[in-house]
């Protein structure tokens, strides 16, 4: 196995804690590796004016490859004010450092993986007929596309003459908005592209075909917003017919989806949506699996990729003398990584020995006892973050 190098952004909070429990597990599964750290977050914010600096950006441009936990953001007054005084007053503006990373390396596929763990007391379940308790398993994959749409960021309060003017072109404006004054007007656009499209339906078909799913499930509103989610699902028509035939097209509204996310969760397979609808339906399904100690993801483009948990920095944690937090989210979004890079012998040996512990059922994280997250559930018997990634190293050292 050749030695890879991978840049490590622990960020803030807890992102720093799930993070180093990883590289424990990483190193014990037989990952060849070299880690450099990289710069992110909150205090490079509060030392430098900006969370996301150059030299951090240099190192993932040259290494490819990055390892994230999670950062802290603020709101524009905390923002400026936690600056250091010397940079007060001087126009440094806050941005999200990982939507930042998203744009500069156009990380445009978004995979969102939930999958039921065997024994996980957080798992969904459900009446069935005759008030049966059912256990649906759930495999589902999501694929978000990353950078466009609702949060493409194209959007204005009180939108400038010449977007106002063009609006006024469509009829549908002109029916219902037009007598609206100017300055009353919040747009926010939903832009789509082909290209961008193309690429995220292509990978959710390829993943669909690689790892042998039946169906892809297009997410998104197509009878009602019909030029973005219509352009989409025709997209997603032309390639299956052409090149996916043996796999199922399905079609759901987001709206509708989310209904069935109870009811029949276990039916899906791949999912693809748009980047708002993606966000939602992955948070949906991730509720049926554990929710944020499980939710783990990948951000990739062509030159880069970024492998991180969903959940943030949870700053009221991060100070414990005894970590609670439950490392899993960041440990699958390693095996991620570890499958991005044809390493899947050791990231299935890895979810094999999460799976053991599980199912096993003697070292549960706060999350999955159910308690609220404060210091004291060590003494109600919740496993540290620590002795989870003990318990999980012990089940790799078992062959
Ligand atoms: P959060 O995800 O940090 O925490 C929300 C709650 O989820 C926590 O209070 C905790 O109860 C639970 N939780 C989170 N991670 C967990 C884990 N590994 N194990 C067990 N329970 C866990 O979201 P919140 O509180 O909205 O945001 C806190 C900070 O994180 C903010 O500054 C926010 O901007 C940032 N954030 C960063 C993200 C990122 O780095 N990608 C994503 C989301 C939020
Ligand atoms: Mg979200």
Not at 124 to 141: A, C, H, L, S, Y
Not at 262 to 274: H, S
Not at 294 to 302: D, K, P, R, T, V
Request: with cysteine.
């Amino acid at each position: 196995m050749r030695k890879r190098t991978i840049v490590i952004l622990p960020g803030d909070g807890i992102g720093k804690t799930v993070l180093n429990e990883t590289l424990r597990v990483l190193e014990k599964a037989g990952f060849n590796a070299e880690y450099v750290e990289g710069d992110i977050g909150w205090e490079f914010w509060k030392k430098e004016g900006n969370p996301l600096p150059d030299r951090t950006i240099k190192l993932l441009e040259k290494h490819g490859i990055g390892l994230f936990g999670a950062i802290t953001s603020k709101p524009k007054d905390e923002a400026a004010e936690e600056l250091s005084p010397r940079l007060r007053d001087k126009e440094y503006v806050y941005s999200s450092p990982i939507v930042g990373l998203r744009q500069h390396f156009n990380l445009d596929i978004c995979i969102r993986p939930c999958r039921t763990y065997k024994g996980n007391p957080l798992n969904f379940i459900r009446k069935g007929p005759g008030g049966k308790i059912e256990e649906p398993v759930i495999d589902v994959v999501i694929f978000r596309q990353n950078t466009e749409g609702l949060y493409g960021g194209v959007e204005w309060s009180n939108p400038p003459e010449i977007v106002h003017e063009a609006l006024k072109s469509h009829p549908k404006f002109m029916k219902n908005f037009s007598r609206v004054p100017r300055e009353e007007l919040s747009v926010s656009t939903r832009i789509f592209t082909k290209n961008a499209t193309e690429r995220i339906l292509r990978h959710a078909f390829e993943y669909a075909k690689k790892y042998g799913y039946k169906s892809v499930t297009v997410c998104e509103k197509p009878n009602v917003i019909r030029e973005t989610s219509g352009m989409m699902y025709k997209m997603a028509k032309e390639m299956w017919q052409r090149e996916y035939p043996d796999i199922e097209l399905w079609n759901t509204n987001i709206d509708a989806q989310m209904m069935w996310l109870t009811k029949n969760p276990e039916d899906y397979g791949v999912i693809v949506a748009g980047n708002m609808f993606g966000d939602i339906v992955s948070d949906g399904f991730a509720g049926l699996i554990g929710g944020l100690g499980f939710a783990c993801s990948a951000n990739i483009g062509e030159k880069v990729a970024v492998f991180e948990p969903t959940h943030g920095s949870a700053p009221k944690y991060a100070d414990f003398n005894t970590p609670i937090v439950n490392p899993i989210a960041m440990i699958e979004s390693a095996c991620m990584m570890l499958d991005h890079l044809e390493e899947h012998k050791i990231a299935g040996k890895i979810r094999q020995a999460i799976a053991e512990v599980i199912e096993e059922g003697k070292v549960r994280t706060y999350d999955m006892l159910k308690l609220s997250g404060k210091p004291d559930v060590i003494d109600k018997g919740a496993a540290s973050t620590c002795q989870m990634t003990d318990a999980i190293l012990k089940k790799l050292q078992t062959p």
